[in-house]
C-alpha cells in the first residue's frame, strides 16, 4: 500500500468509512456472540483492540524481516500470544465479565480483522501508520459492538451496564423482548444496523456525485 | 541447511520471546486469577450456608467439601463444591447442607454458559427452591408449580434442561458425598 494520505485519515476510515464490522462485515463472530450487554460489548472491544495494536506494531517493527512466506505463521504466534495475555490479564482483573465472555476471548485468536490487518496494512507500512489503522480499526469494532449491546440489552434486559433503564414493571412484567439477548436478537439488531449504514453510505455518495 | 535457517531463523526466536513473555504473564498473574476463583467459591459458601464464619476443606473422592463453622468454632453446615454438564457447557456449583446432613440450606450456581435469559435463570433466584428440602429425597424437575415436600422443583420455563441439569448435579450430591459428611465430624 502506498503512503498516501495522512495518518489520522488511516485511524478516521478505520472508524467509519472502513468500518471493520458495519462496512467490511468482518469478525462477525464476537459480534453476534457477545453483544447481548453494553459490558460484554465494551471489553471485547477493548481486547480486541489491544490485540490488532500488539499485532501491527510488531509486523510493522519487523516488516523487513518477515519473509513472504511465513509471514502468516508469524502473524499468527504473534496475535495468539496476545489474546492469551489478553485472556489472563481479564481474568486476573476484571474476572467476572471474563467468565461471561467464556471462550469467545481465547478465540479473537481467529478473529479474521486482526490478521487482515497485519497483511493489508503492517507488513507494508511504517510504525506510525501501522498504529494508526490499528487504533482506527479497533475503536471502529469497539463501536459498532457497542451499538449492538446498548439495543440488544436495552430492549432485552431493561438494563444497560446494569443499571435498570426502562420503567421496573416493564423488566419485572416480563414485557422485555428476551428474543435480543439471544442469537436471532443479534442478526435482527446487526441487519438493522448494517442497513441504516448502508442507507448513509448511498446517500452521501449520491450527495458527492450532485 | 543454510537455507533452513534464513528462512526460519525469525520464527524461532520469535517462539522463544513469545514464549517467555507468556510464561512471565503466567507467573505474575496467576495468583490473582485463583484469588478471584477462590473469592467467588467462598462468597457463595457464604450464601449457601447460613451463619458460617470459617471453613475447613477437605475432599470427598473428586469433590471439594468445606466444614462450616461460626465464630464460636461449633459446626453449622457443609458447602459442597460440584459440577456436571449443562446444557450448553459445564454447570458449577455450591450446595450448603445442614449440620445434620438432613436438609439443604442453599445452592448457588457459581459457572454456567447457558442461555442468556433463559437457562443462566439458574444462577439467580429461581435456585432458593432448592432450600429447605430434604436430602433424603431423590430431586425431580416438574413444569409448572411444584411440591418442595416431594423434592419437587419447578422448571424454569424455556430452560428445562437447563433446570434438570442443575438437579442432577444436586442428585449425585445427595447419593454420593451426603452420606459420607457424617464421617468428617
Known sequence: MAENGSNLQQFKEGVFSNNPVLVQ?????????????????????????????????????????????????????????????????????????????????????????????AEVVAIKSGVSRSLADALGIGLGFTMALCILGVVREVLGSGTLLNQHVLPRDFIEGGHTWVIMVLPPGAFLTLGAVVGVVNHLRERRAKGGAA | MKKFVEESWLVLVMGVIFACLLAGTQTSLSARIAENQQRVLLQAIGEVVPGVETTEEFKIESNQVFKCLDKNGELVGWAVDASGGGFVDKIRL??????????????????????????NKIEGPWAEQYTGISTDLSLTVIKGDADPARGEISAITGATWSSRYVTDIVNDVLTRIRPKLAEQQ
Open chain 2, 94 to 119: 455450591v450446595v450448603g447442607i445442614r449440620a445434620d446432613g438432613r436438609e439443604i440450606t442453599g445452592l448457588k450456581v457459581i459457572e454456567n454458559l447457558e442461555t442468556p435469559g433463559l437457562g
Open chain 1, 25 to 117: 462485515l468482518l469478525g462477525m463472530c464476537p459480534t453476534l456472540a457477545v453483544t447481548n450487554s453494553l459490558e460484554n460489548a465494551l471489553v471485547m472491544g477493548m481486547a480486541v483492540t489491544f490485540v490488532v495494536v500488539m499485532s501491527n506494531l510488531i509486523t510493522s517493527l519487523l516488516r523487513n524481516l518477515i519473509k513472504p512466506h511465513v509471514r502468516i505463521l508469524i502473524f499468527t504466534i504473534t496475535i495468539a500470544t496476545f489474546v492469551t495475555i489478553a485472556d489472563l490479564a481479564l481474568k486476573a482483573y476484571l474476572f467476572d465479565v471474563a467468565r461471561k465472555l467464556g471462550a469467545f476471548v481465547p478465540l479473537i485468536i481467529v478473529n479474521c480483522i486482526i490478521i487482515c490487518r
